[in-house]
C-alpha cells in the first residue's frame, strides 16, 4: 500500500474565509500535475473535513478516477488512522491512498508515518510513503511546492 500525503498549508489570512485563495487553487493544481508527471494514481482519498482541504482534495483528484463515496473525513482521533486506512482499503489489493491535510493536521501525520516530514519552509508538499513487509513506511517519493514568502 502506498499513502501519497499532501500538506497544503497555505495561510489564510481571514479566517472567516473558509474557501480557497486563488493562490491556494495555484498549489493545489501544481501539485496535481505533479501526481499526474509521476503516475501516482490514488484508489482511494481521505481528508481531515476541513472546507479548504475538501476543496484541495477536488483539485487533486481532478480526472483521477476516485469516486466521491472514497473520499471521507479522517476520524478526530489521529491515533486510530492507521487502523481506519487499512479497513477502507481492505480487499482493495495494492490501494494508493491521498491524505490531504492544512498546517495543523501535518503534526498528526508525523506521528503516524514518521518520514511524513514537510519542509517547513514550503506551504505545499507531498511525500509518497510505501509499507513495507515489517509494518514501517519507506518514502518513495518527494514534492515541494510554493515556498514561504
Known sequence: M???FIRHGERVDNQETAALTPHGRDMATAAR????EKGHVPTHAFHTGRVR???TSDILLEGAGVVASKVRSMP???TTWPTFISES???AGDGSVL????????NMLERVFPEALAP???????IVLESTADGTWRCQDYYAGTPRK
Open 33 to 36: 500535475a505533479w501526481l499526474a
Open 76 to 78: 478526530r482521533d489521529w
Open 99 to 106: 491524505l490531504v491535510g492544512h498546517q495543523p493536521t501535518q
Open 89 to 91: 482499503l481492505r480487499g
Open 120 to 126: 517547513t519552509n514550503n506551504r505545499c508538499a507531498g
Open 53 to 55: 482541504t475538501v476543496q
Open 2 to 4: 502506498r499513502v501519497i
